[in-house]
T-cell receptor, first 111, second 114 residues
Framework: NAGVTQTPKFRVLKTGQSMTLLCAQDMNHEYMYWYRQDPGMGLRLIHYSVGEGTTAKGEVPDGYNVSRLKKQNFLLGLESAAPSQTSVYFC??????????FGQGTRLTVV | KNQVEQSPQSLIILEGKNCTLQCNYTVSPFSNLRWYKQDTGRGPVSLTIMTFSENTKSNGRYTATLDADTKQSSLHITASQLSDSASYICVVTSNSGGYQKVTFGIGTKLQVIP
């Protein structure tokens, strides 16, 4: 039982490049989330999913897309990276209204 | 404006001492409040979760209290250890008409020194 696994852990992109962050969970959780964490700010929700095949926008969705083709995976895509997307990205999953489990984070730098 | 305010922003204490972290919120309607511990370079890990009817919840040396009337919560750490050095994040969930909103505080950065 690995919990929530994010790949990659670090990435440097040039402005305009695209990439996909992968989040995988092996706890059979229905709900999955993508957050970004920036200095001086609380975690902010980008997109979330309440089940396989579903996605919804969070607080700061612009510039990101997501997909949940399989229950265990939640992908976050950046089509054209911008320096403002430099951040640490966290994926989380949960079942029911209780505890959420977070991944280790992906540190993304856009230059 | 962040509706979850934490204080202090940072704190340094000696190993073995106790400390209390504060969380004030204006999020409404209230559903639950959680405290997370986030080690540097890691994801947040849940410490406690409290609903409206719960005043206190303990997890080892961590004790969280909740006053839903004044919309305040505290996290008390007893007999601190070096491994307690981390950021502690208060998270408040509101639930209105089936729509759930989760608001994260910025966190309190705690450093425990020998």
């Amino acid at each position: 039982n690995a919990g929530v696994t994010q790949t990659p852990k670090f990435r440097v992109l040039k402005t305009g490049q695209s990439m996909t962050l992968l989040c995988a969970q092996d706890m059979n959780h229905e709900y999955m989330y993508w957050y970004r964490q920036d200095p001086g700010m609380g975690l902010r929700l980008i997109h979330y999913s309440v089940g396989e095949g579903t996605t919804a926008k969070g607080e700061v969705p612009d510039g990101y897309n997501v997909s949940r083709l399989k229950k265990q995976n939640f992908l976050l895509g950046l089509e054209s990276a911008a320096p403002s997307q430099t951040s640490v990205y966290f994926c989380a999953s949960r079942t029911g209204p209780r505890q959420a489990f977070f991944g280790q984070g992906t540190r993304l730098t856009v230059v | 404006k962040n509706q979850v305010e934490q204080s202090p922003q940072s704190l340094i204490i000696l190993e073995g001492k106790n400390c209390t972290l504060q969380c004030n919120y204006t999020v409404s309607p209230f559903s639950n409040l959680r405290w997370y511990k986030q080690d540097t370079g890691r994801g947040p890990v849940s410490l406690t979760i409290m609903t409206f009817s719960e005043n206190t919840k303990s997890n080892g040396r961590y004790t969280a209290t909740l006053d839903a009337d004044t919309k305040q919560s505290s996290l008390h750490i007893t007999a601190s250890q070096l491994s307690d050095s981390a950021s502690y994040i208060c998270v408040v969930t509101s639930n209105s008409g089936g729509y759930q909103k989760v608001t994260f505080g910025i966190g309190t950065k705690l450093q425990v020194i020998p």
